[in-house]
């Protein structure tokens, strides 16, 4: 293979370097867009930061007791983007809703309701129809030790309180909620200072021209953003930097087809920096014929998976690359929660990398998610980088475009689904 030009070793400490906590809107996060700027610019691309507006906020305040029948504050956080309760709070009878399925919401109105876990937008539906002045979700485990977890922040998307409206949200860790309901809690005081502002994040962006069919595009894409807590090394430094040194094989190699790299911001809240590039480049889009995503990669223990979004050519196609490379790699024909999404929604196929930790070995979405636990490495990165290296050059490079640009039906739908598009 030749694959002089990419270094897993300099992605892997790239990859040190960005590793700190880079959440949508923060100054991290514009600090890493700038260091990713930066490292594409030390081997000759050019890129421009592409910003784009965010629905966010910050929560100033949030308190919960139980009033009756006993007295007992616990720890929660309040939902980005929640209402915010009077000033000084509420009193409100509690009900735990379970699931909030409709025979849970019945006589809720004006009260504080726990549910299970997370809710869906199908399910937030229902509890705004039945009116409570709260939702509580809980997170975490019954074993988790304090401290040694962080308790979840959340924020409530726009598409939820668009379609359904704002409530008092918040949220506590699963040992509380436990002890809540099984101490049979009546009342609680619920005091939420809720501040919703607009957010600036960011893309990277830069372009290689193609030396035979400039017209035709091929995007890479990886996410640079984190979320609390966690350093995002795993989710997804690691792709980003793969795509860094796929940039830099294509600088040194030219392609004949036109390459456009974007480091993406804001995934992490639904996708949202995949969102505004297609938005913003919607004439460009036309020419797009493929879009090749990377998302978590170098855990030691683990497996490659690619998820291909086209039609069944596609998956097909990579899975037998593959087996001809005699690179073992899960290939599956499926959505995968990341920005190819809004690719695949606006008809670009893609297809995405990734290496998923077995079970147990490897953590995203909390603060282990973070070098010092010892479970990736370079040599583990090295795998998924050679396989999209790989399958990159073969297709940008090919006389005729292998991947026919369609979305299948099934496809289709799955993607409506993921992006809870109404049926009508
Ligand atoms: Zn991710």
Redesign the pocket.
């Known amino acids: 293979m030749n694959n002089k030009t990419v270094s897993a070793k300099r992605a892997f400490e790239l990859m040190e370097k960005l590793g700190y906590e880079r959440v949508s809107c923060t100054e991290e996060e514009k600090r890493a867009a700038e260091e990713l700027k930066q490292e594409a610019a030390s081997f000759g691309l050019d890129c421009t930061i592409e910003e784009f507006e965010v629905e966010a906020g910050a929560v100033k305040k949030a308190v919960f007791k139980v009033v009756e029948p006993y007295e007992q504050e616990y720890e929660i956080t309040g939902f980005i983007r929640s209402a915010s309760t009077p000033e000084n709070g509420v009193d409100l009878d509690f009900v735990y809703a379970e699931n909030a399925l409709e025979a849970n919401l019945v006589g809720v109105e004006g009260k504080a309701i726990l549910i299970n876990g997370r809710f869906t937008l199908d399910a937030y539906e229902r509890i705004q129809k039945a009116k409570p002045a709260a939702i509580i979700t809980f997170s975490g485990t019954l074993i988790d030790e304090l401290d040694k977890t962080d308790l979840d922040i959340r924020k409530i998307r726009e598409i939820y309180t668009e379609r359904h409206g704002e409530n008092v949200l918040v949220n506590m860790r699963a040992f509380d909620a436990l002890d809540i309901v099984k101490r049979g809690a009546k009342k609680v005081h619920i005091e939420l200072v809720s501040e919703q502002q607009t957010g600036i994040s960011r893309n990277v962006c830069g372009e290689i021209r193609g030396t035979e069919y400039p017209d035709e595009i091929v995007s890479f894409g990886a ?1 640079f953003d984190s979320v609390y807590f966690s350093t995002g090394v795993y ?2 430094m690691s ?1 980003s930097v793969i795509i860094m040194e796929l940039a830099r094989y294509f600088m040194a190699n030219p392609p004949k087809r036109t390459l456009k790299f974007n480091w993406y911001g804001s ?2 809240q639904g996708l949202l920096g995949s969102k505004a590039y297609v938005k913003a480049h919607e004439e460009e889009l036309k020419n797009h014929r493929l879009m090749i995503n990377v ?2 990669a170098a855990p030691i223990l683990g497996k490659e998976l690619i998820f291909t979004m086209g039609t069944e050519q596609l998956k097909h196609y990579a899975d037998t690359m593959m087996k001809e490379l005699g690179r073992a790699a899960v290939v599956e024909d499926d959505t995968y929660s ?1 920005d190819s999404i809004p690719f695949a929604d606006n008809g670009v196929p893609a297809i995405n990398f990734c290496r998923f930790g077995a079970p147990g070995t490897a953590f ?1 979405h909390d603060r282990y998610d973070n070098l010092k636990y010892g479970y990736m490495s370079a040599e583990a990165l090295d795998i998924t980088l050679q396989n999209a290296l790989e399958f990159s050059k073969r297709v940008i490079n090919a006389p005729v475009f292998p991947i026919e640009r369609k979305i299948s039906d099934s496809m289709k739908e799955k993607v409506d689904k993921y992006l809870c598009k109404k049926k009508d």
């Open positions: 996410h989710d997804n792709g995934e992490e998302d978590v990341s995203i």
